[in-house]
Each structure stands twice: as structure tokens, then as C-alpha cells.
């Protein structure tokens, strides 16, 4: 893929940097000369501009980009330039940094963002997934908002244990995609035997989650409690 980053910061430039072990054409957007280090991401294109200006960003070829990463420090910039990608350069996906959890509302569809990731929520919500069992824990939000991806954990004494997958009742819009069990990843198949100590991860839209909070509890997993 070709990848525009705004910002080469220590997190724009970390980002380009696995990018580019992965094979990627990645442009890093720098207005601050003091940031620009072609020597920290050889590979890269490095492009003096300024992610709020529709001019500079026309010069850098922005519309030739298949995603734009938004990694700037500061969430003004961030949007504007989610903003200006999604609508006036036709960005195909839209990744946006939050850096202020207190502005996280703002980074949606309407703002241009397909996927908003803020680091502070992103460690609380792993910080949960390692020590929870039996709750529901949001891991990442998808698709504009429209739908997460959330985990749980089964207790040691589960009573689900040794019964299939597909004795669950889970709600329409919400689907069992992998188990993790002991480093294996498994793809769940209907008469696949749950375990204690599963994790089973979940795509469900926001409506469902509720209803998919309730049908696990219905089912034995424990806890109830409200995810991060």
C-alpha cells in the first residue's frame, strides 16, 4: 500500500518504520524542519508540509495515497488533516491519533476518521483484557464506530466447558471470530469444544452489545460488568 503519515514525531516516524519492514510505500508529512531525519526511516519519502494546508498537501500527491495516518501531537491538527484527506483527496482509510481521551467523540465519520486510536484508552482496555475473567472488554472500535471488537475470558470452572460453539445464542449482529487457547489461534467451527480459560473475541455492532453482554451472562460466563 502507499501510506501518507502526518507528523514524524517519535510516533509517525515508529509507524513508517514498521510500514516499511512490511513492504509499504510510506510519505511522511513534517511542517517542523527540526523533525524531518530522512536517517530515521531511509526508505521514506520525506515531504516539508504543512497537514492543515490543501496546497501543500496537493503538492505531496495526497490523492495518490491508498491510507492517510493522522499521528500529529496535536488533535486539532489531527482532524483537520482527517478532515481535508477524506474529503478532498478521497482517502480510501482515514487513521487518526487521539491524543486528549476527552476529545475522543470528535474523531468519527463526520470528521473524516475511519479508525480512531487513543493510546490511553487502547492500555486500559489491554490492562483489562490480562486480568479480567468472565467480563466483556472492548479492544478496539471499527468501521467508523459502527461496530467493536471485544473480548472475554472463560473462568477456569466455566460451565460452558466441553460444550460446542455452536450451543451459543449469540445476538444477530454479533459473531465469534477467533478463540485464543493456550498461544493456539483457532477458528471457531460449530462443534468446536470450548475451555476454561478461553479467550473468545468478538465483532459485534454497538447496538448488540448489550444483548451480547446479556446472552453470555445468560450462558454461564460470569460477570456482567460494563466495559471500558
Not at 48 to 65: I, N
Not at 100 to 109: A, G, K, T
Not at 184 to 199: A, H, K, S
Amino acid at each position: 500500500m502507499k501510506v501518507a503519515i502526518a507528523g514524524a514525531g517519535a510516533v509517525g516516524r515508529s509507524i513508517a518504520q514498521e510500514l516499511l519492514r512490511g513492504g509499504h510505500q510510506v510519505m511522511l508529512l513534517e511542517r517542523r524542519l527540526d523533525h524531518i531525519d530522512p536517517n530515521s526511516a531511509p526508505a521514506a519519502i520525506w515531504t516539508h508540509a504543512d497537514a492543515c494546508e490543501l496546497e501543500t498537501l496537493e503538492e505531496a500527491g495526497l490523492e495518490t495515497y491508498d491510507v492517510v495516518i493522522a499521528a500529529t501531537g496535536d488533535d486539532k491538527v489531527n482532524l483537520v488533516f482527517s478532515l481535508l484527506a477524506k474529503t478532498e483527496f478521497g482517502a480510501d482509510r482515514v487513521v487518526a491519533r487521539v491524543n486528549d481521551p476527552r476529545n475522543e467523540w470528535l474523531f468519527d465519520s463526520s470528521w473524516g476518521v475511519d479508525v480512531a486510536v487513543s493510546t490511553p484508552r487502547l492500555l486500559a482496555s489491554l490492562v483489562e483484557e490480562a486480568v479480567s475473567v468472565g467480563d466483556l472488554v472492548r479492544l478496539m472500535t471499527l468501521r467508523q464506530g459502527q461496530a467493536n471488537l471485544v473480548e472475554i475470558t472463560l473462568p477456569t470452572d466455566t460451565p460452558l466447558a466441553g460444550k460446542a460453539v455452536r450451543t451459543l445464542t449469540l445476538p444477530r449482529d454479533a459473531a465469534l471470530v477467533t478463540i485464543l487457547r493456550g498461544g493456539r489461534v483457532i477458528v471457531p467451527q460449530g462443534d468446536d469444544p470450548l475451555e476454561g480459560e478461553d479467550e473468545l473475541l468478538f465483532v459485534t455492532s454497538v447496538e448488540a452489545e448489550d444483548d451480547l453482554r446479556k446472552a453470555l451472562g445468560a450462558n454461564g460466563f460470569g460477570s456482567t460488568a460494563t466495559p471500558a
